[in-house]
C-alpha cells in the first residue's frame, strides 16, 4: 500500500522556522493530492495546509496563512511544510497525509497517515 513518514520536527523558540518532510514509499501512484494535519493535546485534528498532484493548488488554515508554505516533489515522492514564524499556538503533532482523490480539506478524505512528528513552540 501506502506509506508515510515524517521528519523534521524538534523543540524551537518562538519566530524560529521548521522545515516538516513527507517521504512516501510502497504504491506512490495511488496518491493524488496531499496535506498535512496537526493536533494538539485535548484537541481534534486540523487541516494545516493542502496540495494538489501538480502543486499548483494550495490551501492554507487562516491561522498559518503567510506563515507556512507547502510544496511537493512528485519525482522524489516527498512533501514538505515550510514553517516560519513560529509561535506556541503550533505545538502540536504533525501528521502528512493523502488521498486517492483530486483535493485534500478534511480527516474524512484521507486514506493514508504518517505517524507524525512533534513540534514544540516555547516562548
Known amino acids: 500500500q501506502v506509506q508515510l513518514v515524517e521528519s523534521g520536527g524538534g523543540l524551537v523558540q518562538a519566530g524560529d522556522s521548521l522545515r516538516l518532510s513527507c517521504a512516501a514509499s510502497g504504491r506512490t501512484f495511488s496518491v493524488d493530492a496531499m496535506g498535512w494535519f496537526r493536533q494538539a493535546p485535548g484537541k481534534a485534528r486540523e487541516c494545516v495546509a493542502t496540495i494538489t498532484w501538480s502543486g499548483l493548488s494550495t490551501v492554507y488554515a487562516d491561522s498559518v496563512k503567510g506563515r507556512f508554505t507547502i510544496s511537493r516533489d512528485n519525482a522524489r515522492n516527498t512533501m514538505y511544510l515550510q514553517m516560519n514564524s513560529l509561535v506556541p499556538e503550533d505545538t502540536a503533532d504533525y501528521y502528512c497525509?493523502?488521498?486517492?482523490?483530486?483535493?485534500?480539506?478534511?480527516?474524512?478524505?484521507?486514506?493514508?497517515w504518517g505517524q507524525g512528528t512533534q513540534v514544540t513552540v516555547s516562548s
Open positions: 497525509a493523502a488521498t486517492r482523490g483530486t483535493y485534500l480539506y478534511n480527516v474524512r478524505d484521507v486514506d493514508y
